[in-house]
């Protein structure tokens, strides 16, 4: 996981990269669109908050990270989270599950603090034919999938944990028989989609510069709402909605 610095960085990245901010715009609008009207207990908990941007489109989101943040509301760990059971309506994750050190725990956990009907929410990097290659080259995190998601692990600080970029391929994209064995009777799979082919590889995430400059920002928006028939070659990006049921 990122430290207090990194991702303090990461916000002034933000703030400056127009390509970078309307990229993550869209999964924000399309995320609070799909959260749980669930009524009663916390309405949205954002676990990962990272820079901070998600609660520009949710105000009402409790902001979390595992480290102190002038943005976020509480400190937490993804694996021991600090709410009732059955008291959380949403849970909002970007970029955070390949950072865990026991996903399927997590998996868990999210079960036990969600009411019934509640959901959780996820943005994960997805190998496609062309972003993999790309990732592999550009992105310092790696694509294992010799890893097992579903074996048992032990619980160790995210801070010691090596990130692995295929754990959602792995776990909602493959192996449906095991996803359905331990998860079918906690999760209904709500939706389960491919996205982020223009904007996002444009963008250079917020590690790498920008590929094409701002003002390419209209026309890129254009492509990226016309390649969702190319999604499962070149996403970058996976979106999955899970609800508890």
């Given amino acids: 996981m990122f430290d207090a610095d990194e991702l303090t960085d990461h916000r002034r990245v933000w703030e400056n990269k127009r390509i970078l901010r309307t990229a993550y715009a869209r999964w924000y609008r399309r995320m609070c669109k799909d959260l749980s009207p669930v009524k009663g207990g916390t309405p949205c908990v954002e676990l990962g908050s990272g820079s901070g941007n998600f609660g520009e489109w949710y105000p009402r989101a409790i902001g979390t990270d595992i480290v102190r943040l002038p943005w976020t509301r509480a400190v937490c760990d993804a694996h021991d989270l600090p709410f009732a059971d059955r008291s959380v309506a949403n849970i909002v994750m970007v970029d955070v599950l390949h950072h865990l050190g026991s996903p399927t725990a997590f998996l868990q956990e999210a079960g036990r603090v969600l009411t019934v009907g509640g959901r959780l929410l996820l943005v994960e990097p ?17 694509f294992d999938f010799s890893r097992e998601v579903y074996a048992p692990q032990p619980q160790i600080p995210d801070a010691d944990v090596t990130p692995n970029q295929a754990v959602a391929c792995q776990l909602f994209f493959r192996n449906k028989s095991l996803w ?45 709402s016309v390649a969702w028939p190319f ?15």
Wanted: hydrophobic share 40%; with cysteine.
């Fill in 126 to 142: 997805y190998p496609s034919a062309l972003s993999l290659p790309v990732y592999r080259r550009f992105h310092p995190e790696p």
């Fill in 231 to 245: 999604h499962a070659l070149s996403a970058f990006r996976c979106y999955v909605v899970l609800q508890r049921r």
């Fill in 180 to 224: 359905a064995d331990r998860f079918g009777g906690v999760f209904a799979t709500v939706k389960k989609q491919r996205m982020a082919s223009v904007l996002y590889p444009a963008s250079g995430g917020f590690s790498n510069r920008s590929l094409l400059p701002d003002t390419s920002v209209p026309l890129l928006s254009i492509l990226e």
